[in-house]
């Protein structure tokens, strides 16, 4: 997957913010995420995902970069993503 994104107001976008929220349902998996996570629903996981990206100002936790030039930076080969699961990706996404 290919994430063109503007650098500067990506997080604000409500196109990706849509994607996201999709992205996020799919994964949501209810012994995880259900029992051991609190969430009833995979709605009920986008929402807070979604409310915690709008809490980090669409940056990273740890070192405050923009999820735009995250991406811009993996769309140059400048950044490297790490493979999860067997066909997931770690990196074009915010934790």
């Not at 500067?8 to 998996?29: F, G, H, M, P, W």
């Not at 995880?32 to 995979?42: I, Y």
Request: net charge positive; aromatic share 10%.
């Amino acid at each position: 997957m290919n994430y063109q994104i503007d650098a500067d107001q990506a997080y604000r976008n409500e196109i990706y913010r849509a994607r996201e929220c999709i992205r996020v349902k799919t994964l949501y998996s209810r012994t995880k995420h259900g029992a051991l996570g609190g969430f009833s629903s995979s709605t009920e996981l986008a929402d807070w995902w979604i409310m915690k990206f709008d809490e980090q100002d669409g940056c990273c936790a740890y070192c405050g970069t923009s999820i735009g030039l995250i991406n811009e930076l993996i769309n140059a080969g400048l950044l490297r993503t790490r493979k999860v699961n067997s066909n997931g990706k770690r990196g074009p996404c915010l934790e």
